[in-house]
């Protein structure tokens, strides 16, 4: 059952003309943290690969390709998260970092802290020789006309919210049975300046505990703070629960207590792994035994080699 990666491409409504690049999105990235788990490589390189991959692809609400701001800015949250040691990295409301998830990692590997957010994120940022890129360089086409369309006065902010979800994560186990989890965003469009959301705060965002399994979730990042929901699934896999169980009850608790709709990509510590998702979609892809397993909507479940390109 081992190695073992499951990526998302964010729970939402995605618009019709954009459901395949999302698909090729995440399958790419399943492929990158695949291969990289079968050369032997650890569950956090993996993670943040296939993650930062997904950044770097304007399709997907992170890095390249973020929501904007109120001010029409992009302001990133990322969290990785090692599940031998339980250190975590993350960066909240950074700006002009190509690939906020690669921060997060050496806020784990190279501070003492947990968190570091804004300008006190870029200083650190500069500290270890990453660059700085151009604010255009992140902002799309696509980005700026929702961002326009949800500032007129008869938008309809449930429908821009749910059309450009997006936001990228992914759970890991390799060959010596670590795990962990990456989950990286803009956010929500039109957000206040200086929101943070779910993805960087651990147990919302994101958790890994080779005891248990990971989680990296997407959606309403409030509501999802406010059950926090990464560790509300592993709580349920800790009482007996298979992943999709867990993930399927947490997920209910959410919509039913706050009202809030998303999706989770689940491993346990056997290679157990699930993608569901109470919205209307969720892109994601799952690598494991030569083979690519992918979906979209509810009951997708489509298999193909890990080899084949497409
Ligand atoms: N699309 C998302 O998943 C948004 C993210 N959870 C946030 O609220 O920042």
């Given at each position: 059952m081992l190695p073992v990666v499951v990526v998302h491409g964010g729970a939402g409504h995605i618009p019709k003309e954009r459901t395949e690049e999302s698909t090729i999105g995440v399958k790419e990235a399943a492929r990158t943290g695949y291969a990289i788990l079968q050369r032997g490589g650890s569950a956090v390189d993996a993670v943040v690969e296939a993650v930062a991959l997904m950044e770097t692809n304007p399709r997907f609400n992170a890095g390249r390709g973020s929501v904007l701001n109120i001010k029409g800015e992009v302001e990133m949250d990322a969290l990785v998260m090692d599940g031998r040691t339980l250190d975590s990295g993350a960066v909240s409301a950074v700006r002009r970092i190509a690939n906020p998830v690669q921060l997060a990692r050496l806020v784990m590997e190279k501070t003492k802290h947990l968190c570091l957010t804004a300008e006190g994120a870029s200083k650190f940022a500069r500290s270890m020789g990453v660059p700085e890129v151009p604010e255009e360089s992140l902002i799309t086409d696509y980005a700026k006309m929702r961002w326009k369309k949800n500032l007129e006065p008869d938008a309809n902010p449930v429908e821009c919210q749910m059309g450009k979800m997006g936001t990228v994560?992914?759970?890991?186990?390799?060959?010596?049975?670590?795990?962990?989890?990456?989950?990286?965003?803009?956010?929500?469009?039109?957000?206040?300046?200086?929101?943070?959301?779910?993805?960087?705060?651990?147990?919302?965002?994101?958790?890994?505990?080779?005891?248990?399994?990971?989680?990296?979730?997407?959606?309403?990042?409030?509501?999802?703070?406010?059950?926090?929901?990464?560790?509300?699934?592993?709580?349920?896999?800790?009482?007996?629960?298979?992943?999709?169980?867990?993930?399927?009850?947490?997920?209910?608790?959410m919509k039913e207590r706050v009202d809030g709709l998303g999706g989770v990509v689940v491993v346990d510590h056997n290679g157990t792994w699930a993608a569901r998702f109470s919205s209307l979609q969720m892109s994601w892809a799952a690598a494991q035994q030569g083979k690519l397993h992918f979906g979209l909507f509810h009951g997708d479940h489509f298999t193909e080699p890990v080899e084949e390109h497409t």
């Open positions: 994560g992914a759970v890991a186990v390799d060959m010596d049975g670590n795990i962990a989890c990456a989950t990286s965003t803009g956010g929500m469009i039109n957000k206040m300046e200086g929101r943070v959301g779910d993805t960087p705060c651990v147990g919302c965002g994101g958790y890994a505990d080779n005891k248990i399994g990971a989680v990296s979730p997407t959606g309403h990042g409030e509501a999802i703070m406010k059950v926090t929901l990464s560790r509300l699934v592993l709580f349920h896999m800790e009482q007996g629960k298979t992943p999709e169980e867990a993930s399927d009850l947490a997920l209910a608790y």
